[in-house]
């Protein structure tokens, strides 16, 4: 097969399991409908009623980590062609990598002695 | 079954029909731990617990709910999906909740009955024609209307605010129209600081999901039932008299209080700030609110008057300093929206009962605010009461932990009527109390358990703690080098420092009692002033961190020193009080309960009891909740809690 | 054809996954349990929130299906018996993975509760420790194989495995593996003791067992990854290639779904900053040394 092709199956998996949950949920459809009751669609907080949204910003305390995250994500990106064609060119790869994984672990340093490798209270 | 769905039972419904009947699960109230004290093991019996009620088709009550949980077991109840049943050990009436499905005695084979008779039940009963819809008094809401500006203002009609005019918006509060004006149910008792939390952002993405819908009106309603919520809690208690409020979007609005813009739902901030700002960068409201002004107020960029006007920016441009200024700020300075979530008083990883308030700041816990639905007020449930009804009757009230009750109340009357028991039946008293701290910590390790994700743990302990609870001395003995090795080998579990060390460090002050005083280092234990236990041998054990872990080790300890007091006695005894004929007389009596010493002086006339005062451990421990989550993340602070092992039964108002 | 052997090898795998962990949670082996299950979940009704946000609230679990088939369809269970041998296998594999992160967010947002939306941004935090810990080995594999593509990575291994070859590796990619899915110790979304079953909790009836399912399928679909990448696929002596995959996947998923439940949750701080500064730079060295190993030797 060739990409496309294969892409095409794929996308047709894709498909095929929104159908089958689509099928799943007419089944669950045809067995009986959800009666609609006070108090029965409220999130359930553990005994107590709650109708507030809790659609907020989240204060996310891990910002730091995902910062640096968005560094390492890129060069990621760099390393997979490069780990393909690593073992033909030989030292060199090693030494150019090398030079670009030691860069950003200068900057995975800087950022863990600067605080942001910690829960952000 | 009350709870059945409403349809006919077709092929395909009998078949879902007996496979639910196969698959129960159930949910516990008030608490798994009460089922072990009283010494039923619900997976035992074939059934499997789920921590919420979504998940669960059947609602187990173990033993008679006090009327402070039937309101929540009614909330409950209603959120589990059809079909669902009701089983009951040990009480027959609930109501609020419907008659249950299946009842049976307080006992193992009296679960298994009732849980087959629920199989029995699901399997021809899941399905019905004619079904009734569950309704209680805690679950009614009915929608008033108010005024964005007033929010005193509130009918039960639509119309106009008699003050200003504006249309009134809809508003869903708890509780039934014949109640009169109910509460709504977002007030709080919460700083004042904390009122005016922004309700900006949320609203305009609560806007920005509805502006899809053509209707401007419709819209206008839904934001309204969207944001009175956040609105009503701007208290309109601001001290600065003469500030006046207004929106950055729209001048021509002023507001005495702060709150929300009645036409866009914006933030009201001060004037001073509203008018001397350029440019215009709406980027916390983006386009749903650029679409919201453009469809519902087309005119209401016109009056722009006094800011100068940046090329392509629209005028009143709000930076997010002047957004956020009445916000309270986290320990980073950031200010972000604090949602306030119950924690309470069903849920799993806490003892039954707790109603546990948290306000969140992201996943870290900023204020708390936690209350006992099950606490007692009076420990004379009649006045006079026999010898027999109040202890019984202590004993009652604590389920948790009965037995130290019931040798408080022996203690007591005892030293009333000036009367002493024999040293043998002292002793034996000693054995059955220090078996029950055996159990109570086995139980407090399985709620740990449970709260942490170990199962290993959780299910280990409750088996251990079943064994003990009822066993004889020879029995207790014999289980002791099997309990010591779990106990050993559960203080080595990897990750199990890394999980508790530093968590809820509680520093040794005289509102500590118990396991939790120990652990921080203090050395109050009332067994050490009782020669009964001089006679055997007892030395208190303390630990020095006074953190999570240290209070995990002591109660370890303790189960350990217990076993061993309790083979150096050899032999449990009932507790009954010695008859105390017609005594009159003042006593009081101290006795260290599993969760630290409680103390009983009651007054007797003529051989009954008159009059009764007790303190007990916990009471002080709830204090200590906040002291021990605010400011931890969500995980830490509810292992915080549970550390501290609170008994809500236990809690006097 | 070969989608239909794959798919009806992952239903088994999936159901025989789902018995063990109902064994490891449980403690009762009940084979029959997720038949009984499915069809009690089909028979319930299933719950919509008061005001939720209703195209989150149902591409949640059929997101997390989508990943996890599509993961499933790079992982080779016998020489040919692969769904799509795409030439970039495990970029696609990560690439597909990386959508469960939005599957549940989308989970956690939906419904419009504080529970699960708390466990909605707790399992972005746990992305944000483990996502390099999945994709680091994964490059230091493709080092040795020279080829992102699984079954020359399958092939690679025909000397010896990569257990054995990149062991560091191979504990990293195993531990970030059981924080994808989210297994214990590493359930911060749906911790019952925390959250009260936090994502999971507001879904009931077919929704909730589409959920179950997508989420066994992602299991298989890790420890189909871990064989591929780390215990050498279908390769092995006297059985056929498809009977040593099976008995491979099956071990590695019964070992995810059991192991960690004897120890207690993983603070969502404590995971951060073990995996980022321990995990990566031991990560970042498994990558040199692999480089290095490679260079020098000719397996």
Known sequence: MNALTQYGVLFGLTLGTIGFVLCFYLLACAIGSTRREPGKDVPATAGSLSRDPVWVRYHAKYYGYALLFLAFDMEMAFMYPWAVVYREEGLTALLDMGVFLAILFLGLLYGWSQGALRRQE | MRGARHGTMNALQRIAAAAMSRDLCGFVVPGAEIARTVGIDLGDAGLRLSATPRHANVLVVIGRLPAGLLDAACVVYAQMPRPRAILTLGTND??????????????????????????????????????????????????????????????????????????????????????????????????????????????????????????????????????????????????????????????????????????????????????????????????????????NHRGGHGGHGGSERVEGVEAHFMSMVDLTRDMPASADGLKMEWIDVPFGPFFPGLPGGLQLKLTLDGDAVATTSADSLVGSSDPLRANPSSPIEFVDHLAALSPLSPIAYRLLACLALEQAAGQSVAPDIARARLAVVERERVASHLGWLAVFGAQSGSSWIEKRAAAFQLKVQGAAATDVTTLKPKLSTFLAKLQRTPLLAARLSGIGQLPANDTLSGPVARASGMASDTRSDDPVYAEIGFSVLTMTDGDALARLVQRCNEITQSLDLISAVGSVARLEPHSIGAASGTGEAVVETPRGAARLSLTLHKGKVIAADIKTPTTAHLTLIGDVAEGQELGDALTGIGSLDISPWEVTS | MTVLIVLVALAVGAYLVAVLESWAVHGRLEPARPAISALALLGRESLLARTPDRLFFEAGPVVLLVAGLLAVAVIPLAPGLIVTDLATGALFLNAALAYVLVALIMAGWGPNGAYAMIGGWRFLGQFVAYAMLIVMPITAVAMRAESLSTVDIVTSQSALWNIAYQPLGFVLFVTAAMGLCWLPPLDLPTAPGDLAGGIEAEYTGARLAVLRLARMVLIMALAGATVTFYLGGWLGPWLPAWAWSAIKILFVAGLMVSVGRLVPRVREAQYLEISWKLGIPLALANIFLVGVITLVVPI
């Open chain 2, 94 to 295: 609930i109501s609020p909740l419907p008659v249950p499905d299946a009842t049976g005695p307080l006992t193992q084979a009296g679960l298994e009955a009732a849980i087959a008779d629920i199989r029995r039940i699901f399997a021809m009963a899941a399905f019905q024609p004619d079904v009734e819809n569950f309704e209680a008094p805690t679950l009614e809401t009915s929608t008033e209307y108010t005024c964005p500006m007033h929010p005193e203002v509130v009918q039960e009609a639509p119309g106009n605010c008699p003050k200003c005019g504006m249309t009134l918006v809809e508003r869903e509060t708890a509780g039934s129209v014949h109640r009169g004006h109910a509460v709504p149910e977002q007030k709080r008792e919460v700083a004042a600081q904390k009122h005016s939390k922004p309700v900006a952002v949320c609203h305009d993405r609560s806007k920005g999901g509805h502006s899809a819908d053509g209707d401007n009106h419709e819209q206008h309603k839904t934001h309204g039932s969207g944001h009175k919520q956040h609105h009503m809690r701007a208290k309109p208690d601001n001290t600065e008299a003469p500030l006046q409020y207004t929106c950055p979007m729209h001048p021509e609005v002023v507001s005495d209080e702060a709150g929300s813009c009645p036409k866009c739902g914006m933030h009201l901030v001060p004037v001073a700030e509203a008018g001397g700002h350029s440019g215009h960068d709406h980027k916390a409201h983006g386009k749903a609110h650029d679409e919201h002004s453009t469809d």
